[in-house]
C-alpha cells in the first residue's frame, strides 16, 4: 500500500496565497508522476498540475503562470504553490501519485490519491 497525506489547504482572501503539501510513503520503489487534481462544487475532478520530476511539468490553462508544483525525491513529497488564487479556485485539491512498489519494483504499479483537502477562497 503507498499512502498519500496532504496538508496546507484553509480559507483565503482572494489574491492570496497557499501552499499544498503530499508526502507520499510505503514500499515505495519509485515514483512516475505525482500530481494535484481538483473537484469544484458539483462539476468532475479535472487536472490542476503534474510532474514527473525534474522541470517536466504540466499545468492546466486556467492556473499557469499562478500555481507552480515541485517536488521532493528526497522525501517522496510534492508542493503546490498557489498564488493569486481566485474565488474559481475553490475546491476540493488532490493529490495523486504513480510508480512502482516492493524491492527493485516487483510488487507492480500502484496509482494512490490522497483524501483531499479543502481549498477556499473568499472575502
Known amino acids: 500500500q503507498v499512502q498519500l497525506v496532504e496538508s496546507g489547504g484553509g480559507l483565503v482572501q482572494p489574491g492570496g496565497s497557499l501552499r499544498l503539501s503530499c508526502a507520499a510513503s510505503?514500499?515505495?520503489?519509485?515514483?512516475?508522476?505525482m500530481g494535484w487534481y481538483r473537484q469544484r462544487l458539483g462539476k468532475p475532478r479535472e487536472l490542476v498540475a503534474v510532474t514527473s520530476g525534474g522541470d517536466s511539468a504540466n499545468y492546466a490553462d486556467s492556473v499557469k503562470g499562478r500555481f507552480t508544483i515541485s517536488r521532493d525525491n528526497t522525501k517522496n513529497t510534492v508542493y503546490l504553490q498557489m498564488n493569486s488564487l481566485k474565488a474559481e479556485d475553490t475546491a476540493e485539491y488532490y493529490c495523486n501519485a504513480r510508480g512502482s512498489r516492493g524491492r527493485f519494483g516487483t510488487l507492480g504499479d500502484f496509482d494512490s490519491w490522497g483524501q483531499g483537502t479543502q481549498v477556499t477562497v473568499s472575502s
Open positions: 510505503g514500499s515505495i520503489f519509485s515514483l512516475y508522476a
